[in-house]
């Protein structure tokens, strides 16, 4: 029989390929979230310039929906901002250690079921709302909720066109809050614009609302709004510039 002499060195490298027991995978995090540091970071935490940098090295794109996907790993609070314990958790988590081609890795996989893996979609997106608002505050600006719902409504995220006829919900929805809704967006609002997206994309023609039905009021009165505006042929004009 072969003689333990301690860990194996494959496990506890980054060539591991997240399968580093927790101790040994945590420890390799919290080495990187330190290189990742400079001075002008605050103690246990990652600020802004340093943030950006670190999200493009793992591979994210700042414009589009894979940037939501590693702020929800590490339970970034903020965009610009990642804080240690967060960082080190999320990624343990996700079975990946402090190595960057790992998580490169992780980062490509996750971004490639995005569009495909609803459940995943609703999570990632769930998490784009609280790593998006101000930290002292409850809503989102409208301008803010639309960029965000942009990104993850997009390439790579899940476009909110309809399955049936391809018709595309998402420029006919901000043009309605741009004209009907000069109000900040809350959480109960943006989880429920997730919903009613994920259906109306499979029932265009929106069946499946009603007015006994809990959707909040905006909603409802975009369903009316809709309807009005949509022809009997289906086909609908919308304004670019809104």
Do not use: C
């Not at 390439?155 to 998402?170: E, L, Y």
């Amino acid at each position: 029989m072969f003689e333990q002499r301690g860990p194996s060195p494959f496990y506890a490298s980054g060539a591991s390929g997240g399968s580093a027991p927790t101790v040994s995978r945590e420890s390799s995090l919290l080495k990187q979230f330190e290189s990742l540091r400079d001075a002008q970071d605050e103690k246990d935490k990652i600020g802004p310039d340093n943030t950006m940098k670190y999200l493009e090295t793992v591979g994210v794109n700042l414009e589009d929906a894979s940037m939501f996907i590693v702020l929800e790993i590490v339970k970034a609070e903020t965009i610009g901002e990642i804080k240690k314990d967060g960082f080190v958790s999320g990624w343990a988590d996700a079975g990946v250690d402090g190595n960057i081609a790992t998580q490169k890795k992780h980062v490509l996989n996750s971004v490639a079921k995005l569009s495909k893996d609803k459940d995943f979609f609703k999570k990632v997106a769930k998490h784009a709302f609280v790593a998006g608002k101000e930290p002292d505050q409850r809503a989102l600006a409208l301008d803010n909720a639309i960029l965000y719902w942009t990104m993850l409504f997009a390439p790579p995220g899940r476009p909110w066109v309809g399955k049936q006829t391809g018709i595309d919900f998402f420029p006919l929805w901000t043009q309605y809050l741009r004209e009907k809704w000069p109000r900040t967006v809350s959480r109960d609002m943006w989880n429920q614009t997730l919903l009613f997206a994920e259906k109306s994309s499979e029932d265009e023609s929106l069946s499946f609302w009603n007015e006994e039905a809990s959707w909040p009021n905006v909603i409802d009165d975009f369903v009316a709004w809709f309807k009005d505006q949509r022809p009997q042929d289906g086909a609908m004009e919308v304004d670019q510039s809104a």
